[in-house]
């Protein structure tokens, strides 16, 4: 154990477990708001009363006056974005003076939007279901050591220079291997500019930022995006993002060692859904998918695409939780549930006639896992305006109780509706402590 307050969310499916919401509630006690990969294909949906945010690139601490707001090395910024998200906060009255960016954090330039786009219809019915922001091609220009920071923002006549040394070879890319026609520099240039204004005075080291944080013993919250199987090691590869989802990230991609993010918790949903393609081997393609579907508004933040929906895989919330090192868990959308005569969750699956706890690394493997099904009976009380845990029907507590048994980490808090009131922490938690309860 140390003694620096900090906790480390992190979603613990494929992404859109409603981390946004978690967030936004536990940011209400932080001083800092971090987060550490992804970019703005995350979608946060914060509702609060008749206020809806849709947020891409900026942590949910912005919605909190006094909360600062970090874009760490390991993000991904795509500046037109960025500006877009300011601009449009500041015109519905949020202050944004609190946002921090990496100087290390790397840029996502028009031309890997491109690149996304064309890689999807390239690969034609092996598409990754990508969301088309230009995540992977700006991941791969970090790595191949020719990606724009957000250092180069400093000003436009350093941006353009940055610019005129990366251009051409992009323009040959572009050019011979997609058929593009490429980009002019000066129309660039003046397409960034407005980008690189506002945001200049922003970009600062966030990590000397966070380490001061620390030794003033602030409370920081590190703010994950997507999920354990979209990590680009431990997911279900190739159908996955290009960043490192895991709660180690945190570290890494916020320029710290590990010692300062010790306590991690892993947001799941009650049941489980996914975009994009890929193997879901508790997917649901009858009623109850539908169900689910239509109840939870299972609709892309992004894209706007419907996401797949099936039911609780245990399998995947154990292989998360080791991955993460999951210290508790956050159940969402549980009301969604109700009504459901009998809920199913995967426990184990059945591959090639073998019974297994652990979740396949192959993907021809996994296609053909079948989940093997703990029927658990549902319950049709309406959730929505349950705040304890022992309000909840005995059929929910049971649901519950059986999730924490298999996966052996506690519960610490429900949500059962989209509005910040909507939430249950439970007592004696670390959760409870952290709001003060
Ligand atoms: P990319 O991150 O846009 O490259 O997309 C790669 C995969 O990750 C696709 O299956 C996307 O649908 C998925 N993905 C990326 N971001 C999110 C997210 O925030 N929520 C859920 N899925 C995501």
Known sequence: MNNYDSLVVVGAQWGDEGKGKVIDFLAAKANVVARFQGGDNAGHTVVYGANIFKLHHIPSGILYPDCLSLLGNGIVINPLVLLNELLELEKRGISTKNLRISEK????????????????????????????????????????????????????????????????????????????????????????????????????????LLADSFSKDKKILFEGAQGALLDIDHGTYPFVTSSSTVAAAAGSGSGLGPQYTSQVLGVMKAYTTRVGEGPFPSEDHGEAGELLRNRGAEFGTTTGRPRRCGWFDAVIA????????????????????????????????????????????????????????????????????????????????????????????PIELISVGPDRTQTIVRPGSFLAGWYGN
């Open 105 to 208: 954090a790397h840029l996502i330039m028009v031309y890997h939007q491109a690149y996304d786009q064309a890689n999807e219809e390239l690969l034609g019915d092996q598409k990754i279901g990508t969301t088309g922001r230009g995540i992977g091609p700006a991941y791969a220009d970090k790595a191949l050591r020719r990606g724009l920071r957000a250092i180069d923002l400093a000003d436009i006549k350093v941006f353009k220079e940055r610019l005129s040394q990366i251009l051409p070879l992009q323009n040959h890319l572009l050019k011979s291997a997609y058929g593009h026609k490429g980009y002019d520099l000066d129309q660039l240039v003046e397409m960034y500019r407005p980008a690189v204004e506002k945001l200049a005075p922003l970009v600062v080291d966030t990590s000397r």
């Open 318 to 409: 154990r292989y998360a939780t080791r991955i993460n090192g999951l210290t508790g868990l956050a159940i969402t959308k549980l009301d969604v549930l109700s009504g459901l005569e009998t809920l199913n969750v995967a426990v184990n699956y059945r591959c090639d006639n073998n019974l297994t706890r652990e979740f396949p690394a192959g993907m021809v493997k996994l296609e053909k896992c079948k989940p093997v099904y703990e029927a658990f009976p549902g319950w049709h009380e309406d959730l929505s305006g349950v705040r304890t845990m022992k309000d909840l029907p005995a059929a929910a507590r049971h649901y519950l109780e059986a999730l924490e048994n298999t996966i052996e980490v």
